[in-house]
C-alpha cells in the first residue's frame, strides 16, 4: 500500500508538512462517495503519524498538535485514533527496543485530551492503561471485566411471580377477550399491552403465548389478531414466534396426545400471513418424512398381500386359521395411530385456501400419500368448489336446475376464481391432480368437474374460434385427457357403484372420439389399479366378486346377477368385463346367460365393454388356431359369438370394433372377419350358411319379407334397429366400402399372406370365412342402404376392377345392387313422366331405364377382359350375366304359399288359444295378416318385375352371342367367364347360374348350344371340384344338383322333352350353321339319344367322383363328398353306377375312421343317405333304352346298340371340332374330329356306314393306322386284325388268360372274386361246364369275325381310294401327335403302379372296384365288334345288367385322358408292322404259335387260381408289378408295347389298362387272340350263370348265320367307319 505521509512531509515537517497533512486529512474527509475507503484512508494516514512519532522521526508534542487540529473534521475521529492506538500497543508491547514502546506512551499521554478514557479504556491492554495511569491495578481491573462478563452472558433473570405481577396477566387477557366489534384496533391494544409489561414487569415472550392462546380461542378475529401479532413482532426476535408455535406443536407429541384444530389453523393463518417461514416451522412436526415414506411402503406391500390372499385357493381347514390371525392383526391395528401433524396443518392450509404453502406440504410426501386421509382430500375438494364456482354456474349448471351456489373464501390471499377455461389450467387442474382417486369422496365435486369438460367439449368442437383460441383450446383438451385419466376414472373406481357418476362421465366421454375414449379405458384397465394401494385392493375385491357372481349364473337366474353384474360395473368396469371375457372364451355355454344379464349397465359401461372386447381380441399371446393349426381357436369363436350378440341387444359404438378388422385386413390377417360376420348376421339378421335347404334358398330368391320369413334358420325379429346402428356407424366412419374392399382383396390373398406354413384345410377355411363375410356383408349394404348412399360410395364396375383390384365376381356383386336400384329408380321416373298404364307402355319404359343404366356398363366391362374375349360374348351378355339375380328370373311362388299357408295355421291357433287375452288375439292377428299382405304385395310386385325383364331379355339375347367364332369357343368363354366364378359365389348365385344356363337356351339365343354347355359342365369336373374350398364345393355342389335337375326333367318324359328342347337351337347336332331354323328335324338330337348322352354324363359323374375318392387327397375327397351330398336327389339314378359309389365310399368309410374322423363323418353322412336314395335307382336298361336300331337307320342318327354312341354323329363331330379351342383338350380332341368328321362328310346318306364309336376312339384311330400299314403288307396285317377284333372281348372279359402276361391273370381272379361276391354261388362243376361252351362259342366267333372284318377291310381300301390325300394328311398328323404323348408317357415303362402313390394291393382293390363301375364289359371289345358288324342285336356276350351298350354311351366323348392314352399306345405299337410281306407272315405264325401254347398253360393254371383266389389275393396284388413287366418283354417282343401298356393318368378307370394291354396283344398275335377266347369264355362262364352261358352260344349261332347271308354290306360299312374314325 503506499505512503500517505511521504518522507519529506516529515523532514519538513514544521516548514510545509504539517500544513500537508492537515490538507489531506480535510480532503479526505470531506470525500463522501466512498464512505469505507476514505475511513481507511483517514486510518492509514493517522496511523502513519503515529509510527513516525514511535521510531522517533517526529516529536509527540508535534503529532499531538497536529491531531488536535484533525479531530474536529470527522464525529469519529476519536474513535479512529482509539482504534490505531490499539494496533501500535499490540505492535509496540512484541518489541524488544524499549525507546519505541516509550515513544508511543509518551504519544498517548499527550492524546489523552482528543480521546476520552472509556474508549481506551475499551481498546488499550490493561499493563498499557496501568501504564498510562488510567486504572490502579491490571489485575484487579481484568478480575472486574471478568464478573461483569458472567453476569451478563451467563446468569438468567427470572420474571418469576417474585418479581412479575399476575394482575398484569389478568389485565392482558382483559385487555385481548374484550369485545373487538367496536373501534378497538390492534394498534391501541398494542400499546395497552406495551403499558401493561412495563408496569408488572411482564415476560414478553410469555405476553405473545399469550395472545397466541385468545386467538386460537377467537378463530373469528383474523382481522385483528393477524395485525396486531405482525405488530408485536417488532419488538421481538424474528425466530421467537416460530420457537413458540414449535414448543405448542411440541407439546402435543405425546403417544397420547391429540393436537388440536385451532392450533393448526393458527399456525396456517400464520404461514399464509408470512408471519412464520414453512421451513421453520416444518422441523418442529412430527412424524419426520421417513417415516411417513415407510408407512407408505407398507401400505403398498399390505395391499399386494390382501390381493395375493384373495386370488389364493384356500381350503376351508385353513380358512379358519386364516381368520383367526386376521381378526388378530385388525385388534392391533385398532390401536390409534399417533397424530399426523403435518398433516393437520395441511388440512388447515386448505381450508383457510393457502394452496401454495399446502402444495409444498404435498410435494414433500409420497403421491397421493396426503390426499388418501379423507378430511385432507375432503378439504382440497371445497377448495376447488370455491375456485370454479364462478365458471360452473355460468356454463356447467344443467337447464332447469337450481344448484346450490358456494360462498366464496373471505381472505384474500385464496386462489383466484375461475371465470373461464383458461383460469382452470392455473390452479384447479393442478388442485385435480394431488387429488387422484380422491375425488371420490365428493360425487358432487366429481359431477361438477364432469360437466365442466362436456362444457369445454362443446367450445372445443364449434368452429368459430381463431386459431390462437384453438391452439389454447388444444392444450386445454389435452390437460381435460389427462384429467380424466388420473382422477375421473381412477375416482370412479373407488366409488361405491354410483350409476348416475358413470352416466355423468358418459355425457363428457360420447363427445371425444372413439380413439381417445379407448385409451383412456387402456389406461384405466392396466396402468391406474397399480398406480395406488387402494386402487390394488379395490381391483382385486372386484375380481373376487366377479368370481362369486360368474360361478353362480345360468339362465334361470339372470335377472338377480345381472343385477349385481351391473352394480360391480359401475364403478370397476373394466376389472369386470376383463374377467367376463375370460370365463366365456373357455366356456361358450356361458354366452347367452351373460348376454342376458347386462341388461344393468350404463352407456360408459358398455363402451367399455366394447374396448374389452377388441383388447381381448388383440391379445397377442393368444393363438388363433388351434394346436392342430387347421381349426380357428374356439376362444375367438365364442368372443365372437359373443360380440355379434351382445352388440345387437345392447346400443354399443361399432365403430371401433369395425375399425379393427379394418386394420387386421389391411396388415393381411383375416382371422377376425370372423367377428365382423357375427355381427353382421345378429344385427341385421343376414345369415350366411351353406347348410340352407332348397326351401331356405327358393326364399332367398323372393322379396325382403319373404327373405325375413322363409329364408333363414333362426326367426328374425326386431333387426331394423339395429341394422339401422350398423349402418350409421359404418357409414359415419365410412368404413362400408374401405371393408368391402378389404374382404376382396384379402380373399384372394388370404392363400399367398396368410397361407404359408398353415394347413391347407385352415386357408380354405379363412377363404370361405372371408368370402361368407363378403357376401353377407355385401348383402346387409345392398338392403340396408339407400340408392343415394349406395351410388355415392361404390364407384363403377372398372374401377373397382382396374384401380381397387377387386375380382371381377366381387366387383359384380358389390355393383349388383347399385344396378337394380338405379334402374328402378329410372323406372319411377319415366313411370311419373308419362302416366300409360298398358303393360307395353311399362314394359317399354323399363327397357328404356335398363338401356340408359347399362350402356355404361357394357362400356366399362370392355376393359376388363382382353379385346379377343369379346369376339366370343358381347359385353351386354356380359354385363347382363353379371348384374341379374334370382329376384330377377323366377318368382318362387311355392315359398310363398308356403309363408302365407303358415301364417294362416298360425292365426287360426291364435284363435284356438283359450288361454291369450283377447288384446294380445286381436294384435297377434293384425301382425299375422299384415305380414301376410307384405308378403302376397310383395309376390305380386316380383311377377310384374320378372315378366318386365324376360321381356327386356327377350330383345336383346340376338345380341347376345356373336358368331364371329366357333360355338365351343363360346361356350368356353361362357363357362369360363360367367358360369364358374359366379357359380361358386354363392348358394343363391349357384342357383342363378343353373337357371341362367336354362334360361338362355328356353330364349332360343342364337349361337347358344345348350347341349355342348350341359356337356362341358358334367364332363370333367374333378379339376373343378379339387380346387374349391370346403364352402365352395358346396355351392358347386348345388350349382351341379340344379342343372341336373333341368336334364332329368328332360330325360324323364319325351313330351317335356319334345316341348321344351326338341325344337330349340340349343339341341341342334349340325354346329356349323349359325343361324337357326326349326325346320330341319334331322339336325336336332332326338328324345333317344339325348337319354343316351345324360347316362354318358351320369357315367362321367361317376368316374369322376370315383377317381376323387380314390387319390386319397383330403380336399380331393372332401369336395367330392361335399358335392355328391348336395346332387343326391338327382344322382346316381342308375343302380350300377350307384353300387360303384357305394363301394368306394364304403371304403373311405373304413379307412379314414381313425385316420381324418371329418372326412369319415361326411363319408357315413353320405353312405346313409345314399342307402335311402336306393330303392329309387333303376336299371340302366331303363334309364336309356339299349337296343339297337333297325340296319338302315336315318342317317343322321346315332346307332343305339351296344356300338352306339349316344348322341348324334354331326354333333358329335361338331362338339369336337369346337373343342379345340380349349387348351387341355386340344390334341384329344383333334383324334376324335379326324376320327369321326369324315365320317359324316363321306356317308350322310348311306346308314349301315354312320355308326360312331362307342367313346373307344384309341381303336378306331388303331385302325386307321393299321390301314396305313396294310397298304404296305397286304393280307397278313389283314389277318391279324381279324383275329384282334374278336380277342378284344375274351381279353377284357378272361382278363388274364389270353397269352399276354401275369397281372391280366390276377386281375381276372380280382375280377372273378368281385363277381363270386356279387352272385354269392361259384360252383366248380358249374364252371367246368361253361368253360367248355364257352370254348366252343368262341371258335365259332373268331371264325365270324375274320370273314366280317375282311370284308370290311377291302370297303375300306375302295373308300381310301377316292380321298387318298386326305386321309393319309390326317393319319401323319395323328402319328406324330401320338408319338409325342408316348414319347412323353416312356419313363412309366414297365410299371404297374398307379401314379397315385398307395400301395399295390391297394391300386389292384381300386381297379376291381373300377371294373365294377365299368358293368363288367369291355368298351374295347363293344367297340371293335360294332365296328365289325353292324348288325343288330348280335352281342357277343350275354345282355343282362352288364351288358355293353352302357359304355358305347359313356365313351362317345370319352375322358381326354382315355383318348389320349389308347391312341398313343395303339401307335407306338404299330410303328413296327412295316415289314415286307414274308417276314411279317413268319413273325406272326410264330407269335400265334406262341400264344396258343401260353394260352393252353393259363387255362390249367387258372383252375389252381380259383381255388386259391381268397387265400392269395393280397399277395397277388403285390406280385403284379414284377410279373407283368417280365412277361410283356416275353410274349410281346417289343418293349414299345409293352412299356405303354400301364402309363396312364390318375383319372383314367382300369379298363383303359385293359384296352391299352388287348391292343398291344392284338398287334403281338392273331392266333393267340383266338384261343384266348376260349379262356375268356371261361372265366366269363365262372362268374355267370347257367342261362348266361346258353345265351352267348345262342348269340354265337345268330352271327354265324347272319355272317353267311348279309355279312358283306356290314363289313364294307364297318371298315370305312373305322377308317374314318
Known amino acids: 500500500m503506499a505512503a500517505l505521509l511521504p518522507a519529506e512531509w516529515i523532514k519538513n515537517w514544521e516548514k510545509g508538512g504539517k500544513s500537508e497533512f492537515v490538507q489531506l486529512c480535510r480532503a479526505l474527509s470531506e470525500n463522501k462517495s466512498h464512505d469505507s475507503m476514505s475511513f481507511r484512508d483517514i486510518q492509514q494516514a493517522l496511523y502513519e503519524l503515529a509510527y513516525h512519532v514511535v521510531r522517533g522521526n517526529l516529536k509527540h508534542d508535534q503529532a499531538s498538535n497536529v491531531l488536535g487540529d484533525v479531530i474536529e473534521f470527522r464525529e469519529d475521529m476519536p474513535s479512529i485514533l482509539a482504534d490505531v492506538f490499539c494496533i501500535l500497543d499490540i505492535e509496540t508491547s512484541c518489541l524488544e527496543e524499549k525507546t519505541k514502546r516509550d515513544h508511543f506512551t509518551q504519544l498517548v499521554l499527550a492524546c489523552l485530551y482528543l480521546v476520552s478514557d472509556t474508549v481506551l479504556k475499551e481498546r488499550l491492554d490493561p499493563e498499557t492503561l496501568e501504564s498510562l495511569g ?101 419488538m421481538c426476535e424474528p425466530q421467537t414466534l416460530c420457537h413458540i408455535l414449535g414448543f405448542k406443536f411440541k407439546f402435543y407429541q405425546d403417544p397420547s396426545g391429540e393436537t388440536p384444530c385451532s392450533l393448526y389453523r393458527v399456525a396456517a393463518v400464520l404461514l399464509q400471513h408470512n408471519l412464520i417461514d414453512l421451513d421453520d416451522l416444518y422441523v418442529h412436526l412430527l412424524p419426520g418424512d421417513n417415516a411417513i415414506i415407510e408407512e407408505h411402503k407398507r401400505e403398498i406391500v399390505e395391499a399386494k398381500q390382501i390381493v395375493r390372499k384373495l386370488t389364493m385357493v384356500v381350503l376351508s381347514s385353513e380358512k379358519t386359521e386364516e381368520k383367526e390371525k386376521e381378526k388378530e392383526k385388525e385388534e392391533e391395528k385398532t390401536e390409534k395411530p399417533p397424530d399426523n401433524q403435518k398433516l393437520g396443518l395441511l388440512e388447515a392450509l386448505l381450508k383457510i385456501g393457502d394452496w401454495q404453502h399446502a402444495q409444498s406440504i404435498m410435494d414433500q410426501m409420497p403421491p397421493f400419500y396426503a390426499t388418501s386421509h379423507k378430511p385432507i382430500a375432503i378439504a382440497l375438494c371445497q377448495l376447488v368448489h370455491v375456485t370454479i364456482e364462478p365458471l360452473y354456474r355460468r356454463v356447467g349448471v344443467p337447464k332447469g336446475a337450481k344448484g346450490s351456489p358456494i360462498s366464496s373464501l373471505p381472505n384474500k390471499r385464496a386462489p383466484k376464481q375461475a371465470d373461464s377455461f383458461e383460469d382452470l389450467r392455473k390452479e384447479v387442474f393442478n388442485m385435480l391432480c394431488y387429488l387422484g382417486p380422491h375425488l371420490s369422496h365428493d360425487p358432487i365435486l366429481f359431477a361438477k368437474v364432469v360437466r365442466l369438460g362436456k362444457a369445454f367439449m362443446k367450445e372445443f368442437q364449434s368452429d368459430g374460434s381463431k386459431q390462437e383460441d384453438k391452439e389454447k383450446m388444444e392444450i386445454l383438451f389435452s390437460c381435460l385427457l389427462s384429467i380424466t385419466d388420473q382422477v375421473l376414472l381412477p375416482s370412479l373406481s373407488l366409488m361405491d357403484c354410483n350409476a348416475c357418476m358413470s352416466e355423468e362421465l358418459w355425457g363428457m366421454f360420447k363427445t371425444f372420439p372413439y380413439q381417445y375414449r379407448y385409451r383412456l379405458y387402456g389406461q384405466w384397465k392396466n396402468e391406474t389399479y397399480n398406480s395406488h394401494p387402494l386402487l390394488v385392493k379395490v381391483k382385486a375385491q372386484t375380481i373376487d366378486r366377479a368370481k362369486y357372481i360368474m360361478k353362480r349364473l345360468t339362465k334361470e337366474n339372470v335377472k338377480p346377477s345381472g343385477r349385481q353384474i351391473g352394480k360391480l360395473s359401475h364403478s ?29 349397465l350404463t352407456s360408459l359401461n358398455y363402451d367399455v365393454l366394447a374396448y374389452c372386447i377388441i383388447e381381448a381380441l388383440a391379445n397377442p ?59 353382421v348376421q345378429k344385427m341385421a339378421g343376414i345369415e350366411i350358411t351353406e347348410e340352407m335347404t332348397m326351401e331356405q334358398l327358393e326364399a332367398m330368391t323372393g322379396g325382403e319379407q319373404l327373405k325375413a320369413e322363409g329364408g333363414y334358420f333362426g326367426q328374425i325379429r326386431n333387426t331394423k334397429k339395429s341394422s339401422q346402428r350398423l349402418k350409421d356407424a359404418l357409414l359415419d366412419h365410412d368404413l362400408a366400402l374401405p371393408l368391402c374392399l378389404l374382404m376382396a382383396q384379402q380373399r384372394n390373398g388370404v392363400i399367398f399372406q396368410e397361407g404359408g406354413e398353415k394347413h391347407l384345410k385352415l386357408v380354405g377355411k379363412l377363404y370361405d370365412q372371408c368370402h361368407d363375410t363378403l357376401v353377407q356383408f355385401g348383402g346387409f349394404l345392398a338392403s340396408n342402404l339407400s340408392t343415394e348412399d349406395y351410388i355415392k360410395r361404390v364407384p363403377s364396375i372398372d374401377v373397382l376392377c382396374n384401380e381397387f383390384h377387386t375380382p371381377h365376381d366381387a366387383a359384380f356383386f358389390l355393383s349388383r345392387p347399385m344396378y337394380a336400384h338405379h334402374i328402378s329408380s329410372k323406372y319411377d321416373e319415366l313411370k311419373k313422366a308419362e302416366k300409360g298404364n298398358k303393360q307395353q307402355h311399362k314394359v317399354h319404359k323399363y327397357i328404356t331405364s335398363c338401356e340408359l343404366v347399362m350402356a355404361p356398363v357394357h362400356d366399362a366391362v370392355i376393359s376388363l377382359h382382353l379385346p379377343k374375349v369379346w369376339d366370343d360374348i358381347s359385353p351386354q351378355f356380359y354385363a347382363t350375366f353379371w348384374s341379374l339375380t334370382m329376384y330377377d328370373l323366377a318368382v318362387p311362388h311355392s315359398s310363398y304359399d308356403r309363408e302365407v299357408n303358415k301364417l294362416k295355421v298360425q292365426m287360426k291357433a291364435i284363435d284356438d288359444n283359450q288361454e291369450m287375452p283377447p288384446n294380445k288375439k286381436k294384435k297377434e292377428k293384425e301382425r299375422c295378416t299384415a305380414l301376410q299382405d307384405k308378403l302376397l304385395e310383395e309376390e305380386k310386385k316380383q311377377l310384374e318385375h320378372v315378366q318386365r325383364v324376360l321381356q327386356r331379355l327377350k330383345l336383346e339375347k340376338d345380341n347376345w352371342l356373336l358368331a364371329k367364332s366357333t360355338k365351343n369357343e363360346t361356350i368356353t368363354k ?33 349361337n347358344f348350344s345348350t347341349l355342348l354347355c350341359y356337356d362341358r359342365v358334367f364332363s370333367d369336373i374333378i379339376y373343378t371340384v379339387a380346387s374349391c374350398t370346403e364352402n365352395e364345393a358346396s355351392r358347386y355342389g348345388r350349382f351341379l344338383c340344379c342343372m341336373l335337375e333341368t336334364v332329368t326333367r328332360w330325360h324323364s318324359d319325351r313330351v317335356i322333352y319334345e316341348k321344351e328342347c326338341g325344337n330349340y337351337p340349343g339341341f341342334l347336332t349340325i354346329l356349323r350353321a349359325t343361324g337357326f331354323d326349326g325346320g330341319n328335324k334331322a339336325d336336332q338330337l332326338d328324345y333317344e339319344n339325348f337319354r343316351h348322352v345324360v347316362h354318358k354324363w351320369h357315367y362321367k359323374l361317376t368316374k369322376a367322383s370315383v377317381h376323387c375318392l380314390e387319390t386319397g387327397e383330403y380336399t380331393h375327397i372332401r369336395n367330392i363328398l361335399i358335392v355328391l351330398t348336395k346332387i343326391l336327389p338327382w344322382y346316381p339314378k342308375v343302380l350300377n353306377l350307384g353300387q360303384a359309389l357305394e363301394r368306394r365310399v364304403h371304403k373311405i368309410c373304413q379307412e379314414e375312421k381313425e385316420k381324418r374322423p371329418d372326412l369319415y363323418a361326411l363319408a357315413m353322412g353320405y353312405s346313409g343317405q345314399l342307402k335311402s336314395r336306393k330303392p329309387f335307382m333303376i336299371p340302366e336298361n331303363e334309364f336309356h333304352h339299349k337296343d339297337p336300331p333297325a340296319r338302315n337307320a336315318v342317317a343322321a342318327t346315332v346307332q343305339n346298340g351296344p356300338g352306339g354312341a349316344g348322341m348324334p354323329t354331326s354333333l358329335t363331330i361338331n362338339t369336337v371340332k369346337l373343342d379345340e379351342g380349349n387348351t387341355e383338350e386340344t390334341d384329344k380332341l383333334k383324334e376324335k374330329s379326324q376320327g369321326v368328321v369324315k365320317v359324316t362328310n363321306k356317308t350322310v346318306n348311306a346308314a349301315p356306314k354312320v355308326t360312331t364309336s362307342n367313346g373307344n376312339s384309341a381303336s378306331n384311330s388303331k385302325i386307321i393306322k393299321e390301314k396305313d400299314d396294310k397298304e404296305k403288307s397286304g393280307k397278313e396285317k389283314d389277318k391279324e386284325k381279324k383275329d384282334k377284333t374278336p380277342a378284344a372281348t375274351p381279353e377284357m372279359k378272361a382278363l388274364g388268360k389270353d397269352g399276354k402276361d401275369k397281372p391280366k391273370e390276377e386281375r381276372a381272379n380280382k375280377d372273378d372274386k368281385v363277381r363270386e361276391i356279387k352272385e354269392k354261388t361259384p360252383k366248380s362243376e358249374k364252371e367246368k361246364e361253361k368253360v367248355k361252351k364257352e370254348e366252343k362259342a368262341s371258335k365259332e366267333e373268331k371264325s365270324k369275325t375274320i370273314v366280317t372284318i375282311v370284308e370290311s377291310k377291302s370297303t375300306v381300301e375302295k373308300e381310301r381310294e377316292k380321298e387318298p390325300s386326305r386321309e393319309k394328311d390326317v393319319a401323319k398328323e395323328m402319328k406324330s401327335k401320338e408319338n409325342a404323348k408316348g414319347g412323353e408317357k416312356m419313363p412309366v415303362a414297365g410299371s404297374l403302379k398307379s401314379p397315385v402313390p398307395r400301395s399295390e394291393t391297394s391300386e389292384s382293390e381300386r381297379e376291381q372296384k373300377r371294373r365294377k ?41 370319352d375322358s381326354l385322358n382315355e383318348l389320349k392314352d389308347s391312341s398313343a399306345k395303339h401307335y407306338i405299337n404299330h410303328t413296327t408292322p412295316t415289314l415286307s410281306k414274308s417276314k411279317e407272315r413268319e413273325v406272326e405264325k410264330k407269335d400265334l404259335d406262341k400264344s396258343r401254347e401260353r394260352s393252353r398253360e393259363r387255362e390249367k393254371k387258372d383252375e389252381k387260381d380259383r381255388k386259391d383266389r381268397k387265400r392269395d389275393h393280397s399277395n397277388s396284388d403285390r406280385e403284379v408289378p414284377q410279373d407283368s413287366t417280365k412277361r410283356r418283354k416275353e410274349e410281346n417282343g417289343t418293349t414299345g408295347s409293352s412299356k405303354h401298356s400301364k402309363s396312364e393318368s390318375p383319372s383314367d ?37 347257367k342261362k348266361e352261358s346258353r345265351h352267348d352260344k345262342e348269340k354265337a349261332e345268330k352271327k354265324e348265320k347272319r355272317d353267311s347271308t348279309g355279312g358283306k354290306e356290314e363289313k364294307k360299312h364297318h371298315k370305312s367307319s373305322d377308317k374314318h374314325r
Open 1549 to 1585: 378307370s382300369p379298363r383303359l389298362n385293359e384296352k391299352e394291354k388287348e391292343k398291344n396283344k392284338s398287334k403281338s398275335s392273331g392266333k393267340e387272340k383266338g384261343d384266348s377266347i376260349k379262356a375268356e369264355k371261361m372265366e366269363k362262364s365262372s362268374s355267370g350263370s
Open 134 to 234: 488510567l486504572i490502579k491495578q491490571s489485575q484487579q481491573f481484568n478480575q472486574k471485566s471478568v464478573k461483569i462478563k458472567t453476569k451478563l452472558f451467563y446468569k438468567q433473570q427470572k420474571f418469576n411471580l417474585l418479581r412479575e405481577e399476575n394482575e398484569g396477566y389478568a389485565k392482558l387477557i382483559a385487555e385481548l377477550g374484550q369485545d373487538l366489534s367496536g373501534n378497538m384496533t390492534s394498534d391501541l391494544i398494542l400499546e395497552n399491552i406495551k403499558s401493561l409489561i412495563g408496569c408488572f414487569n411482564l415476560d414478553p415472550n410469555r405476553v405473545l403465548d399469550i395472545i397466541l392462546e385468545v386467538y386460537e380461542c377467537r378463530p373469528e378475529y383474523d382481522d385483528f389478531f393477524v395485525p396486531l401479532i405482525e405488530s408485536y413482532m417488532y
Open 974 to 1006: 361362357f363357362l369360363q367367364l360367367c358360369i364358374f366364378p359366379r357359380c361358386i359365389f354363392s348358394a343363391i348365385d349357384a342357383v342363378y347360374c343353373a337357371h341362367f344356363v336354362e334360361l338362355v337356351h328356353q330364349q332360343k339365343t342364337p
Open 621 to 679: 399371446e393368444k393363438e388363433r388356431m388351434k394346436h392342430d393349426d387347421t381349426t380357428i381357436s374356439s376362444w375367438l369363436q365364442s368372443l365372437a359369438s359373443f360380440c355379434g350378440a351382445v352388440f345387437r341387444k345392447y346400443p354399443i359404438e361399432l365403430a371401433g370394433l369395425l375399425q379393427y378388422v379394418a386394420n387386421q385386413l389391411k396388415a393381411g390377417k383375416s382371422f377376425d372377419l370372423l367377428i365382423l360376420k357375427e355381427v
Open 1413 to 1453: 363301375v365299368d358293368t363288367h364289359s369291355s368298351p374295347s371289345h363293344s367297340s371293335t365288334v360294332k365296328g365289325t358288324a353292324t348288325l343288330p342285336k348280335v352281342p357277343l356276350v350275354s345282355e343282362n345288367n352288364s351288358s355293353l351298350r352302357v359304355i358305347s354311351i359313356h365313351f362317345l366323348q
Open 572 to 600: 370397476n368396469p373394466t376389472i369386470l368385463f376383463d374377467y367376463i371375457l375370460s370365463q366365456i372364451q373357455k366356456y361358450d355355454n356361458l354366452i347367452t346367460p351373460v348376454v342376458d344379464s347386462l341388461k344393468y
